[in-house]
């Protein structure tokens, strides 16, 4: 499935999967967002498959966003398909608790 990307009031949902070949294109269309100004949450909720490539990339959007200061959260922790991935790189700690 193609990567999609919706937005509803600073909720981002990440629809698809989530890999090497297009997780360029999620983080550059999520630093437009992360900044001090916006509360951006993104969900990962419906993705289907996660890589690690993808997995370290998400760690680094996170990195970012504490070293700015910006009001940023990534969900998904109950996502079944990411989670043995995200746990595996040693990234699950980003993902926060918070359901939207």
């Known amino acids: 499935m193609a990567l999609q990307i919706t937005e509803c009031r600073g909720v981002f949902s990440v629809h698809g999967n989530l890999n090497s070949s297009n997780v360029v294109i999620l983080e550059r269309h999520m630093s437009r967002f992360i900044n001090t100004k916006n509360h951006v949450i993104l969900n990962l909720e419906r993705v289907g ?52």
């Open 49 to 100: 498959e996660l890589d690690e490539t993808a997995a370290c990339m998400l760690q680094q959007m996170h990195k970012y966003a504490m070293k700015t200061k910006a009001l940023f959260s990534i969900i998904g922790l109950e996502n079944a398909n990411i989670l043995p991935t995200m746990t595996k790189t040693r990234t699950s700690y980003i993902l926060s608790h918070d359901r939207v």
